[in-house]
Nanobody
Framework: VQLQASGGGLVQAGGSLRLSCAASGTIFSINTMGWYRQAPGKQRELVAV???????NYADSVKGRFTISRDNGKNSVYLQMNSLKPEDTAVYYC?????????WGQGTLVTVSS
């Protein structure tokens, strides 16, 4: 499974960004897709994940501000980020799980200025 993420950038606090991630390769049996992030000096953490059946889990820190969605026909997952805060600054990684194996995209940088 190969994951190609896009959509990061620089935005002011309170602004919005939309991340996209497309999966290719051996994509059948992909169950969970989602987003993780890693800020400088911190461990990678879950942001939001969505199962093939539409089950969703968000980190508490992004609930009410971020929305994850998935297009199974396009093998893609999206993250709409609203009301961004400086503490959302991080490299965001797309993730897919297939048969208990995790796959990662290359990461896209999101920088939120105060």
């Amino acid at each position: 499974v190969q994951l190609q993420a896009s959509g990061g950038g620089l935005v002011q606090a309170g602004g919005s960004l939309r991340l996209s991630c497309a999966a290719s390769g051996t994509i059948f049996s992909i169950n969970t897709m989602g987003w993780y992030r890693q800020a400088p000096g911190k461990q990678r953490e879950l942001v939001a994940v969505i199962t093939s059946g539409g089950g969703i889990n968000y980190a508490d820190s992004v609930k009410g501000r971020f929305t994850i969605s998935r297009d199974n026909g396009k093998n893609s997952v999206y993250l709409q980020m609203n009301s961004l805060k400086p503490e959302d600054t991080a490299v965001y990684y797309c993730n897919a799980m297939r048969r208990s194996v995790n796959y990662w995209g290359q990461g896209t940088l999101v920088t939120v200025s105060s």
